[in-house]
């Protein structure tokens, strides 16, 4: 399996990474290794075998329903690029 | 064409808030109105090394829903990343469940107008996490970010394509609204956004078995304007498939103001959220017998209470689905209906309770009247103490001022006359005010008497301000009338 050019662009558009143009074609080479990887272990037969979503063969713990948390908006504030009235400012984005 | 020929496929996917004290994730409050960001936790603000620990009781109001619709429980099931970015997810993805929800296929039963009842699937139901709020007021050209409501529990409902109109879609919201609330798993409190719906819609020629290509609108957060989204998308779609146009499927708002839908500014790329397992948080295990705990929990639910309301107090489907549709409407109208007379108290509670909450607009729960109270009021009707007339008068004071049913009827002297000593002397005076009518009751056959005795009643009322006990006057004016004869 391989991938093109388009689908480079899209993946690091999803991802908000930017890359370069000189450097598309080199990634396209080394992410089509990376598929060819997974298509060699696609070929395993599976039939039967459940899809695994941890490796860890445990379960989940719970918590109670408390609230164990208080205000610290002071101190996370404190490390952010801007605010004002509590809230983070952001650039304007309208989706 | 139009209406007849076409026939509208509706299916809506509803986001109900869990009313749990702490987030699905996190340890924060999840108190509405709180000020902003005094409610999102280094966990809600995607620091690094946080890890997110899951929430029990969130787990056990879905299991409850997924109970409530008789569906299938997922005895594992899985958290998964659903990624893109947006200002108001810190992450860069919101925990979800993809292919594993916590609820499988299940189905309620929605009641329409006419008292009918149709059959709903619901396809899933699967737990996530809500996402902060962004205000785009003027910040100086930039937004706001109010990260409190990041990581509140939120159960996605999904339901199959199986509404047919914007009443049967209404009717379903309003079945879904009535469970999570009966369950007291949700405030269902739309205006607060705790219960928030988008809807798919699309139209295909009846008897067609294809559907359509559908539009979604976004975000729709109260029962009139899911009716109205619906009727405008409706003929939106008809114009443009009658005028030989194709319908694109994208995503669409409802204008509330200008009552029409309108597309969303179209993504440069096309949603692609690249599911995959949650790596931070492990498979969900649900034992049988935690599932069969809760089942043994499960509160009377609004279709059985409905049809135990047709049983048990012989009201009509259409009263009983109102009574029922709401818990608290449904506790205060049996707490009316135990002082013996249902059938007068699903009236009391149907016309005047619910139509003075509704001129006042209050809800159920700010019922300034207490049931006990109405219950009274019934007793002194049924025991002649006062007439129905007179009733209305002490259930506006009830209302508007308070107090004991009792102590108005006595202090504003309600209390009917059954004297049959001071009824006779009124009878005596209307008699003898009113020669004219009684030459013509003496004149008319047994038929007409019946009729011509009314203008007597009326007047004799009138002459005691409604409080001449009916019965009593009726039977005193037939034996002064026929002794006249």
Redesign the interface.
């Known amino acids: 399996m391989s991938v093109d050019q388009a689908e480079i662009e899209?993946i690091a558009?999803?991802a908000?990474i930017r890359v370069a143009p000189s450097d598309i074609a080199e990634l396209t080479e080394r992410i089509t290794g990376i598929l060819d990887m997974v298509d060699q272990m696609q070929a395993v037969d599976t039939a039967g075998v459940e899809p695994l979503?941890?490796p860890?063969n445990?379960?989940?713990?719970?918590?109670?329903?408390?609230?164990?948390?208080t205000?610290?908006?002071g101190e996370?504030?404190g490390i952010a690029p801007?605010t004002?009235?509590?809230?983070?400012?952001?650039?304007?984005?309208?989706? | 064409m139009s209406d007849a020929y076409w026939e509208t496929v509706i299916g809506l996917e509803v986001h109900v808030q869990l009313a749990?004290?702490?987030k699905i994730f996190?340890?924060?409050?999840t108190t509405f109105g709180a000020?902003?960001?005094?409610?999102?936790?280094?966990v809600d603000?995607a620091?690094p090394g946080m890890l997110p620990?899951?929430?029990?009781?969130?787990?056990r109001y879905a299991v409850m829903f997924g109970l409530a619709i008789d569906a299938d429980i997922g005895h594992?099931s899985?958290f998964d990343r659903k990624?893109y970015?947006?200002?108001d997810l810190p992450k860069g993805y919101q925990i979800s469940q993809f292919d594993?929800p916590i609820v499988g296929r299940g189905h309620v039963q929605i009641q329409l107008g006419d008292g009918s009842t149709r059959e709903i699937g619901v396809t899933r139901a699967h737990l996530e996490e809500d996402a902060g709020k962004?205000?785009?007021e003027d910040?100086?050209?930039?937004?706001?970010?109010?990260?409190n409501r990041a990581g509140t529990p939120l159960l996605e409902i999904v339901s199959e394509p199986e509404m047919r109109s914007a009443e049967e879609a209404v009717a379903y919201l309003k079945t879904i609204h009535s469970i999570v609330t009966y369950l007291g798993i949700s405030d269902g409190n739309m205006a607060e956004g705790s219960m928030r719906c988008d809807v798919n819609i699309s139209l295909r020629p009846r008897g067609e078995s294809e559907f359509g290509t559908r539009t979604e609108i976004k975000n729709v957060n109260s029962f009139r304007f899911v009716e109205k989204a619906i009727q405008v998308e409706t003929e939106r779609q008809m114009d443009i498939l009658e005028d030989g146009g194709s319908i694109v499927q994208e995503t669409r708002l409802y204008d509330s103001d200008r009552n029409e839908t309108r597309s969303?500014?179209s993504?440069?790329?096309a949603n692609?959220y690249?599911y995959f397992?949650e790596?931070d948080?492990?498979?969900?295990?649900i034992e049988d017998s935690y599932v069969a705990v809760l089942r043994e929990s499960l509160p009377e639910l609004p279709a059985a209470k409905r049809e135990r309301f047709e049983s048990q107090y012989g009201l009509g489907s259409y009263d009983a689905g109102v009574l029922s549709g709401e818990r608290v409407i449904a506790d205060y109208f049996e707490a009316v209906a135990a002082s013996g007379d249902a059938k007068a108290a699903a009236n009391w509670v149907q016309v005047e309770v619910l139509g003075a909450l509704n001129n006042s607009d209050l809800s159920m729960s700010d019922c300034p009247l207490p049931a006990t109270e109405l219950a009274a009021l019934i007793g002194r009707i049924n025991d002649n103490t006062i007439s129905g007339k007179i009733a209305k008068q002490v259930f506006e004071i009830l209302w508007n001022e308070g107090g004991s049913v009792d102590a108005i009827i006595d202090s504003r002297g309600f209390k009917q006359v059954s004297d049959s000593g001071a009824l006779e002397a009124m009878v005596d005076e209307v008699i003898a005010a009113s020669p004219e009518q009684v030459q013509q009751y003496l004149a008319a056959d047994e038929g007409k008497r019946k009729k011509l005795v009314g203008f007597f009643v009326g007047q004799i009322m009138k002459a005691s301000k409604g409080q001449a006990n009916p019965k009593l006057v009726n039977e005193i004016l037939a034996a002064k009338l026929d002794a006249a004869s």
């Open positions: 899209k558009q999803l908000r979503a941890s860890l445990a379960s989940q713990r719970l918590r109670e329903d408390q609230v164990t948390e205000d610290r908006h996370f504030q801007a004002e009235s509590d809230l983070y400012l952001v650039p304007k984005v309208i989706d | 749990t004290e702490s996190s340890g924060s409050a000020s902003p960001n005094s409610q999102a936790s280094a603000l620091m620990v899951l929430n029990e009781k969130a787990v594992r899985v990624n970015f947006y200002p594993h962004s205000l785009h910040f100086h050209g930039m937004s706001g970010i109010d990260l969303m500014r993504k440069e790329v692609d690249r397992p790596p948080l492990l498979p969900v295990e």
